[in-house]
Structure formats: structure tokens, C-alpha cells
């Protein structure tokens, strides 16, 4: 998984850092599975059954599982990529957002926020540790700048299958106390997050999950290891 890990970061990064105004949601897909292949790793998300993509791509409003076709990013749009991969039998998973073209402060200043809740609750991985406190990390960061914790979606369990338990949510639930983490785990931490309303509707495609009110919505995650003192970001940028 570290190896896997370290490929997948290169990938996720190397999507973002092409991503310009006028880029096609098929182009990012197109890279993707290029890059897949140039590392000689699987796509994950197309164990899926009935998604056959390597990639969601998303929107502003849109905040997951957005199927990477018949879209087209334009300047000044806030753009979620989630990607993942099959490397020796083991899943990888991870998610940016970032901005395009003319970015305002308050754009710059929503990502921050959400990068921010997302180091907190990684911070708190550590053998004996709750799921709630993750959550809570995640939950008090929000709160703090008036942003919506998303409930309908969680982070989840990772390794030989794409998604495993436990569940993480980014609404801390008090009965998440009693799941606790243990050494030699891994997770897939992600925060969710909106500007507005914390609640989402689906398309008619039946995948893609956007903000119910059209606010901006963002997410971020990473792969990480419990190890026996702490915690190992398997898909931490070079």
C-alpha cells in the first residue's frame, strides 16, 4: 500500500496541476487512466459495480461520484477530483479540491479550511483512538468557520477492498466512541463539506451528490496507516 500510495499521490497531483480553464471532464479521465497504466496500476472505482470510470470529477455544488463525462471546468470554478488504485491487491483512495483561474480570497480561504479539518482529524490517528474523535476533529474545524459538515457520506475502511469498515464520519456520532483503531489499520479520512446547507440531493445520472441549496462544496482525503505509535499518510504528496 505504500507503493501504491506514493503512485496514486503522484497521479492525483499531476491531475490537478493540468487542470486549466476549457479542460474537459473526458481529458481528466483520459490522463488518469494513461497514468494508471504508465505505473502499471488498476483503477479502482471501476470495482465498483455499474461505475466504469478511474475518476469522479465535480463542480462548485457537486461533491462526489461525479461521472467524468460532459463537462467542461471554467475559469474561477472550484474543482474536486477523487480518484483511486488497485496495486497488488490492495485499494488506494484520495481526493482534492482546488481552484481554477481567478481564485477570490474566499475561495482560497473555503479550501484552507477544509485542508485544515482534515490535518486535524489525521493528526488524531493513533492506536486507542476513536472513530468519534476523527470525526470531531473534522466536525470542530467546520463549526468554527461556519461551514456544513456533510452526513449523508463518510470515509471508510481501505485495503483489499475499496470500501471497508469503519465508517468516518465527518458529523461526529457519539456512538463512534466504542470503534476504536488499532495498529497495522487503514483508512480512508475524508472531509466533506459545504459553504451552505450540509445536505445533498443526486442527480439523475444516480451517482453524482451536490449541495441541495447550489452552495460550494469541497473534499479532501488521504490514505493513512495507524501505525504502532501514530499514523502514516500513504498518499501524502512528494
Known amino acids: 500500500m505504500r507503493r501504491g500510495g506514493r503512485i496514486l499521490a503522484q497521479i492525483r497531483d499531476e491531475l490537478a496541476r493540468r487542470t486549466t480553464p476549457e479542460t474537459t471532464f473526458e481529458e ?3 490522463w488518469a487512466q494513461a497514468l494508471l497504466r504508465e505505473h502499471k496500476a488498476k483503477p479502482s472505482f471501476s470495482t465498483v459495480p455499474g461505475y ?3 475518476t469522479c470529477v465535480m463542480l462548485n455544488d457537486a461533491l462526489c461520484h461525479g461521472i467524468p463525462q460532459r463537462g467542461v471546468v471554467r475559469d ?3 474543482v474536486t477530483i477523487d480518484i ?3 496495486c497488488d491487491g490492495y485499494h488506494l483512495d484520495t481526493t482534492t479540491s482546488f481552484a481554477v483561474g481567478s481564485v477570490s480570497s474566499k475561495l482560497r480561504d473555503f479550501l484552507a479550511i477544509g485542508k485544515k479539518s482534515l490535518s486535524s482529524a489525521i493528526a488524531k490517528v493513533r492506536p486507542g483512538e476513536s472513530v468519534y474523535g476523527l470525526s470531531k476533529a473534522m466536525e470542530k474545524v467546520l463549526d468554527a468557520h461556519g461551514f456544513g459538515a456533510v452526513h449523508q457520506l463518510t470515509g471508510h475502511g481501505i485495503g483489499k477492498q ?3 469498515e469503519p465508517s468516518i464520519p ?3 456520532n457519539k456512538a463512534d466512541k466504542r470503534v476504536m483503531l488499532t495498529a497495522g489499520q487503514t483508512l480512508a479520512i475524508e472531509v466533506m463539506y459545504t459553504a451552505g446547507s450540509p445536505n445533498l440531493v443526486v442527480d439523475g445520472d444516480k451517482w453524482t451528490y451536490r449541495t441541495e441549496d447550489g452552495s460550494l462544496s469541497g473534499m479532501f482525503e488521504e490514505t493513512v496507516l495507524v501505525t504502532d505509535s501514530g499514523y502514516e499518510v500513504l498518499t501524502k504528496s512528494l
Open 52 to 54: 466504469h470510470w478511474a
Open 162 to 164: 475499496l470500501h471497508m
Open 76 to 78: 474561477g470554478d472550484l
Open 170 to 172: 465527518v458529523l461526529a
Open 28 to 30: 481528466i479521465e483520459a
Open 84 to 86: 483511486g488504485l488497485l
